[in-house]
């Protein structure tokens, strides 16, 4: 029971609910203490500010980029764009080298900040760490955006209930 004398719902019933709310298909990318590149899939990310321009992304605990994002003080966020199911299903896992066979390249405007995933994105978003918060599980970063980039012809992969559907 929580302090106020009200139960937690079920883990269950909480994915349930969040799965029915249809959520953008990102990752969130950044380069480790030995430059290498690691990145990780999230649905949870939303802007926070124009002035300054600000965004946040969830981070679980046990991410292998959590680490990463930390020691570099920077990443990106790539949107991904409709037909990206097999990188979204990569990324989300833990599994090895998660850039093997997907073209990337360096942030133009952050030196050392996260891939960008350029042939497989509707946009991205390179940004400083400006703030990190615990919150459950999970930790919140709120980062300065300082490079974005738009393909205006391509589609956004959505996520929904567990499947994948494009919007554009």
């Known amino acids: ?92 896992t833990k599994e090895g080298d998660k850039f093997a066979g997907y073209a990337w390249r360096p942030t133009a405007g952050l030196p050392g900040g996260g891939p960008v995933l350029h042939e497989d994105t509707v946009a991205h978003v390179a940004c400083l760490v400006e703030r990190e918060v615990e919150a459950g599980d999970h930790w919140v970063f709120i980062g300065r955006v300082v490079e974005a980039d738009v393909e205006e012809e391509a589609r956004s992969l959505l996520f929904h209930r567990r499947g994948f559907s494009a919007i554009g």
């Open 1 to 92: 029971m929580s302090e106020e004398g009200f139960r937690d719902i079920e883990e269950d019933d909480f994915l349930g609910v969040m799965a029915s709310f249809p959520a953008g298909v990102a990752v969130v990318t950044s380069l480790d203490e030995r430059e290498r590149p690691c990145g990780l899939t999230i649905s949870a990310f939303c802007s926070v500010s124009r002035r300054p321009p600000l965004v946040l992304v969830c981070v679980d605990e046990g991410s292998n980029t959590l680490s990463a994002i930390r020691h570099s003080g920077k990443f990106t966020v790539n949107f991904l764009s409709e037909g990206r199911e097999r990188l979204a299903r990569s990324f989300a």
